[in-house]
């Protein structure tokens, strides 16, 4: 019995040496490779030694031990992991001649999109066409002092762009003043992004004309633009929708830059040109040529950033979205902004869109910008269908006047859709204009100075049912304002009687 299990203990030996010999061929440290790691020699030759050596190998992880790897275009692989250990920092380098060329082939789309849209290979960290990759670990990837914030720069423009990929995992890392873009996925199928922090200069996580995506326990902190855009552009050369996606448990803010990640969550600067307030919100849009699908956003905290939006501009369908447990805290501009318009931004011919099937629910908002409140706005001719919104709170701050509750705000369907851009509204709550198929449920307004504007203002609307609506308001100004709406009810909603209209030119109550 003793001889027995000595052979099988031998076994087991044998088989447990064999398989960390195993993992230890599959790791590739990028010292072994002539890395140095300590902030002053360019370490990307040896890193792009190391991510060769593995792929040669059939795949495994390049490894980064603690140390400042100062980078310029990192070539990533199929079968490829890139793992960040404690202490390890990427760092792009200054020198313009570190990143590779833009491929000059694609220059013809540059026209339907932003410059650093179009191009990939000019970033720190790149892919094209591969699938099985990874970048993980509680290391950081830095593009302080390097990676340029504007669009139209040949020079190193992004910290991670991908192309054309599937099954993608980024998970851990922390990025740092990342350039146009912090992330940038285009055509990548099977999507994981997971617990990652973002403290980055302009856009943070681009999604555009992706499938099958999740993006989970993240947060990404974008004063001067978007945290988590999902985008459909030019940028293939063709169109192609952004489907099947899920954002969760995630954190957007627009505090200075760097100091979310050092904790101080300061603010009041770096904030976008157009003077504004900071961005750094979740957004469906505003490139939207390739159409956006089954998409669903869920359990995510706003905090000193912009509002929610969804835009369709460029010709896309934008439909079946599903938006839960949003808890927002002074907001800039509208809280709520759905916007379908005629940007068209797109090759010649291709039709206006649609915005249509969207519910959104369960969201609390505490002090939002007074001029704008929460809009929906189609246009002439094009109306935002099938919109559903419940259990709804929102503080505004207020302060609107008589004068303002007259003005009459401008279409700019063919602008750039932003909420600024439509100037004061009429309404201190919500503005609707060109929808039809609206429903509103359990959804209150309020604001934290007296305002003399309506709390809803609706134009041109058909079919709009409320149930369970309440609305602070003076005793002057009344709750609704209506103006070429057909079939309009209102149910148990406070002080106000049930109300079922069947057309009205102009109404309010």
């Not at 902190?221 to 192609?240: C, E, M, Q, W, Y």
């Not at 040529?289 to 706003?302: K, M």
């Not at 359990?442 to 309506?454: F, H, Y």
Request: hydrophobic share 35%; net charge negative.
């Amino acid at each position: 019995m003793m001889k027995r299990v000595a052979v099988l203990c031998f076994g087991l030996l044998i088989t447990m040496g064999f398989a960390a010999s195993q993992l230890h061929a599959s790791v590739f440290d990028v010292k072994k490779y002539g890395a140095v790691g300590d902030g002053k020699a360019l370490d990307s030759p040896a890193i792009n030694k190391a991510i060769d050596a593995a792929s040669a190998a059939g795949g495994g992880t390049v490894y980064f031990t603690a140390g400042t790897y100062l980078s310029g275009s990192i070539h990533l692989k199929s079968n490829i992991t890139l793992y960040l250990d404690q202490g390890a920092t990427i760092q792009a380098s200054p020198d313009p001649e570190a990143y590779d060329p833009i491929e000059t082939s694609q220059k013809q789309w540059d026209k339907y999109q932003d410059f650093g849209h179009t191009y990939f290979h000019n970033s720190l960290i790149w892919g094209e066409g591969l699938e099985n990759i990874a970048i993980l670990g509680p290391g950081v990837i830095s593009g302080k002092d390097a990676l340029t914030r504007k669009a139209d720069q040949r020079i190193g423009n992004k910290a991670i762009s991908l192309k054309l990929c599937r099954n993608v995992v980024i998970r851990d890392i922390s990025i740092l003043m990342a350039g146009h873009f912090a992330i940038l996925a285009t055509g990548v199928d099977n999507f994981t992004i997971d617990n990652i922090k973002i403290d980055t200069n302009r856009d943070g996580i681009d999604v555009d004309s992706c499938r099958h995506v999740r993006i989970s326990n993240t947060s990404v902190n974008s004063p001067a633009d978007d945290g988590i855009v999902i985008k459909g552009t030019h940028a293939l050369g063709f169109a192609r929708a952004t489907e099947d996606m899920t954002i969760t448990n995630c954190e957007v803010s627009g505090f200075q830059n760097g100091t979310f990640l050092d904790g101080t969550y300061k603010r009041g600067s770096n904030m976008p040109p157009q003077g504004h307030g900071p961005t750094g919100r979740i957004k469906i849009g505003t490139e939207s040529e390739g159409s956006f699908r089954n998409i669903t956003i869920s359990n995510c905290v706003f905090d000193y950033s912009r509002g929610l939006a969804l835009e369709t501009v460029d010709g896309a369908d934008l439909e079946d979205i599903s938006i839960t447990n949003i808890t927002m805290r002074d907001i800039v501009n509208a809280p709520i902004y759905l916007r379908l318009g005629a940007r068209m931004r797109a090759p010649e011919g291709v039709p206006i869109g649609s915005l249509r099937r969207v519910n959104i629910s369960n969201i609390v908002v505490y002090n939002a910008d007074r001029g704008n409140g929460s809009l929906i706005m189609g246009i002439p001719g094009h109306d935002i269908e099938d919109v559903k919104l419940s259990n709804i709170r929102i503080y505004y701050q207020g302060g609107g006047t008589k004068e303002q509750a007259a003005i009459n705000p401008p279409e700019e369907e063919k602008e750039y859709p932003e909420p600024y851009r439509h100037g004061d509204m009429p309404s201190y709550g919500f503005f609707i204009r060109h929808a039809k198929g609206i429903e509103f449920t359990n959804v209150e307004v309020s604001t934290i100075k007296e305002d003399l504007r309506p709390a809803f203002v609706l134009e041109d609307v058909k079919g709009a049912e409320f149930n369970l609506v309440k609305a602070q308001h003076t005793p002057q100004t009344p709750v609704f304002s209506l103006k070429n709406v057909m079939d309009f009810s209102l149910f148990h909603s406070g002080l106000l009687p049930d109300t079922k209209l069947e057309s009205v030119k102009e109404k309010q109550f």
